[in-house]
């Protein structure tokens, strides 16, 4: 399940041309990854909410679909989880207009849990994979696949 959340462009956001800026457009994934670990479906069985671990992103991959001119009300931010497993959570995220007619962004946070005074991730318990199924969602459909090395 897609959980969104509205974004609210800011003046600072914008560059020479009056567009978003694209770092800016990355930093509204991270607000709304910092909203959904609050929500209370997410928050009520999730270690995170207890503070025992501090969450790392590890890799990130992002696909800018369009430019994002100034306006007044917000983009919508879609955020799922696309995979669950071992010591990582992987979210999908999607920036979309108001009508979701048009989409600006898609991408992916490979997020590890680090526990507080530690350098080493630990595994995911049961519980925050059940959270985390409570947001599943399909993989994120990039328009272009990386190529992979052998």
Same mark, same amino acid.
């Given at each position: 399940?897609?959980?969104?959340?509205?974004? $609210?462009?800011?003046?600072?956001?914008?560059?020479?041309?009056?567009? %978003? *800026?694209?770092?800016? $457009?990355?930093?509204?994934?991270? @607000?709304?990854? /910092?909203?959904?670990?609050?929500?209370?479906?997410?928050? !009520?069985?999730? =270690?995170?909410?207890? *503070?025992?671990?501090? /969450?790392?992103?590890?890799?990130?991959?992002? @696909?800018?679909? !369009?430019? %994002?001119?100034?306006?007044? @009300?917000?983009? $919508?931010?879609?955020?799922? %989880?696309?995979?669950?497993?071992?010591? !990582?959570?992987? $979210?999908?995220?999607?920036?979309? *207009?108001? /009508?979701? /007619?048009? !989409?600006?962004?898609?991408?992916? *946070?490979?997020? =590890?849990?680090?526990?507080?005074?530690?350098?080493?991730?630990?595994?995911?318990?049961?519980?925050?994979?059940?959270?985390?199924?409570?947001?599943?969602?399909?993989? %994120?459909?990039?328009?272009?696949?990386?190529?992979? @090395?052998?």
């Amino acid at each position: 399940m897609r959980w969104t959340t509205p974004i $609210l462009i800011r003046w600072s956001d914008l560059d020479a041309y009056g567009h %978003v *800026n694209n770092v800016s $457009l990355a930093e509204y994934l991270q @607000e709304a990854r /910092t909203r959904l670990f609050r929500e209370p479906e997410w928050d !009520s069985t999730l =270690t995170l909410a207890e *503070n025992d671990a501090l /969450t790392i992103v590890a890799h990130q991959e992002l @696909e800018y679909r !369009s430019q %994002v001119a100034f306006r007044a @009300e917000p983009l $919508l931010v879609d955020v799922w %989880v696309t995979r669950a497993v071992g010591a !990582s959570l992987e $979210l999908g995220f999607e920036i979309v *207009n108001q /009508t979701r /007619t048009e !989409s600006y962004l898609v991408g992916t *946070n490979l997020i =590890t849990l680090v526990p507080r005074g530690s350098s080493t991730p630990r595994r995911l318990t049961e519980t925050e994979k059940a959270a985390g199924a409570h947001f599943a969602g399909e993989p %994120v459909k990039f328009r272009r696949q990386r190529r992979r @090395e052998h």
